[in-house]
């Protein structure tokens, strides 16, 4: 964005008074953003059902936005909150397919933790890593590491502390690295010539 | 370069920098000491790579088609067009709230301008005859408590006014230091 084009809480003031243009600008700026942050999140399937469900908040809501935090904290919280939702139904739906799946085979005890990936490169099996990921965890390793949030601003699009945004970062990355150590054959070298 | 041990930066340190921060937020003397400690700490330059590649593999790359704006859905265009509708309907209502504000300034204004009218001012009434001075007489308010000059003079030490200011019009014309009430 350059200097002299308007900022996002100038566009979202015009939204609010059905200005189209505006919209289309906001909406420029931030679709692709989403579309993969919420296919990161709960698939690439239900990303644009999903990002259509947040532009249709923000426009509703409008006139409604305070201005703190800016709009980019308030647009992901929005995604955020779309997200947990989300997962609330996925949740329902993954434990009558499972109790399906038990009745059709008895005794199958496979569960979605246990299953290893194996997967050809680094980003494949980062993918697939994250999907496994407790979906707080994930959201705050998304919001970090693919958006650039800052801690604070971490905290206020989850609603929860700076420490809780630090400690589920510690732990995501630990787990992401044990994970994915076969992929990293630079550490393998350091450590035999460390 | 400045000896590192000046510079004193622990893994622990190192850990929340990284987690944390990106290079180009912190500030020279920050930088410097994570930078220090990397080239020296195995682990810790090991987890920074690793960042560093998870952050490359997430990042959003520009697809063949970036430099054409997205297409807006048929139906968030629609959802925008109806609240300009809606605010075009709003804003044709009546006034309300500021017809009210502009009939109770009106209201407050004609009390203002009829209250000399309406309320006892301290000059006294030349327009009847006054009541001849003498005995007192029966009289319609007899049962009322009439003001003596000791309690308007106790009244005035405590309003700062004179007394005249103080004294009513009397019902039936009286001298200024008897009749009235």
Redesign the interface.
């Known amino acids: 964005m350059s200097e002299h084009e308007p900022s996002d809480e100038v566009l979202l003031a015009r939204?609010?008074?059905?200005?189209?243009p505006a919209?289309?600008q906001l909406?420029?700026r931030y679709?692709?953003?989403l579309l993969?942050y919420f296919a990161?999140m709960l698939g690439a399937d239900r990303a644009p059902d999903l990002l259509?469900e947040v532009?249709?908040k923000v426009?509703?809501s409008?006139t409604a936005f305070d201005g703190r935090g800016g709009f980019r904290t308030w647009l992901f919280t929005v995604a955020h909150n779309i997200c947990c939702n989300e997962y609330r139904h996925v949740e329902v739906r993954r434990r009558g397919i499972e109790a399906q799946r038990r009745a059709l085979v008895p005794g199958a005890t496979v569960s979605a933790a246990d299953e290893r990936v194996e997967l050809a490169d680094?980003?494949s099996a980062?993918q697939a890593e994250l999907a496994r990921l407790d979906p707080d965890r994930r959201s705050t390793f998304?919001l970090?590491?693919?958006e650039?949030f800052?801690?604070e601003e971490i905290g206020r699009v989850m609603g929860c502390p700076v420490g809780t945004v630090?400690s589920r970062?510690?732990y995501t990355?630990r787990l992401?690295?044990e994970r994915?150590q076969a992929f990293?054959p630079?550490?393998d070298e350091?450590?035999r010539h460390? | 370069m400045a000896s590192r041990a000046l510079f004193p930066c622990t893994c622990a340190e190192a850990?929340?920098a990284l987690?944390?921060l990106?290079l180009n937020?912190m500030d020279p003397l920050e930088r410097a000491r994570l930078e220090a400690h990397l080239a020296e700490c195995?682990a810790c330059?090991?987890?920074s790579?690793?960042?560093e590649?998870?952050?490359a593999?997430?990042?959003?790359k520009p697809t063949q088609n970036?430099a054409a704006?997205?297409r807006?859905?048929s139906?968030?265009?629609d959802?925008?067009?109806?609240?300009?509708?809606?605010?075009?309907t709003r804003s044709a209502e009546p006034r309300r709230p500021a017809l009210r504000l502009v009939l109770g300034a009106a209201a407050v204004a004609a009390f203002v301008l009829a209250a000399p009218r309406l309320l006892p001012d301290g000059a006294p009434d030349t327009s009847e005859p006054a009541a001849p001075t003498g005995p007192a007489r029966a009289r319609p308010d007899s049962h009322l408590v009439q003001a003596t000059p000791k309690m308007l003079d106790s009244l005035t030490s405590v309003a700062g006014r004179g007394r005249d200011s103080l004294a009513a019009p009397s019902l039936s014309r009286g001298s200024e230091t008897g009749d009235s009430i």
């Open positions: 939204v609010g008074q059905g200005d189209n919209f289309d909406y420029a679709h692709g953003r993969h990161r259509q532009f249709l426009i509703s409008s680094f980003g980062l998304l970090r590491f693919q650039g800052g801690l630090k970062l510690f990355t992401l690295a994915l990293d630079r550490a350091e450590v460390g | 850990a929340q987690i944390g990106d937020e195995l330059r090991g987890q790579r690793f960042l590649r998870i952050r593999n997430l990042e959003i970036s704006p997205p807006v859905p139906s968030l265009a959802a925008v067009q109806a609240r300009r509708f809606l605010v075009r």
